[in-house]
């Protein structure tokens, strides 16, 4: 369920915080895997999150360009 929340609340963001949103998790992604790499990382479930939600707001951001939504 809290995926669907999260979808609610990324389609009624404008394409500038997406993009934001977008390059944010990015961002996440990049200093997880480098402590991912260096052992210091508690949490490796938290990758797969972050990825997961990257894809989310790419998929609202191509549907918001095309405007199907």
């Known amino acids: 369920m809290k995926s669907k929340v999260y979808n609610d609340e990324l389609r009624g963001k404008t394409v500038e915080e997406l993009s934001h949103d977008?390059?944010?998790a990015k961002k996440e992604l990049f200093n997880?895997?480098?402590?991912?790499a260096t052992n210091?990382?508690?949490n490796t479930a938290r990758i797969k999150t972050?990825?997961?939600?990257?894809?989310r707001i790419r998929?609202?951001?191509t549907l918001k360009e095309k405007g199907l939504s």
């Open 40 to 42: 210091q990382l508690d």
């Open 32 to 36: 997880l895997r480098f402590q991912n």
């Open 50 to 55: 972050v990825r997961k939600n990257i894809a």
């Open 59 to 61: 998929t609202v951001l």
């Open 22 to 24: 977008l390059v944010s």
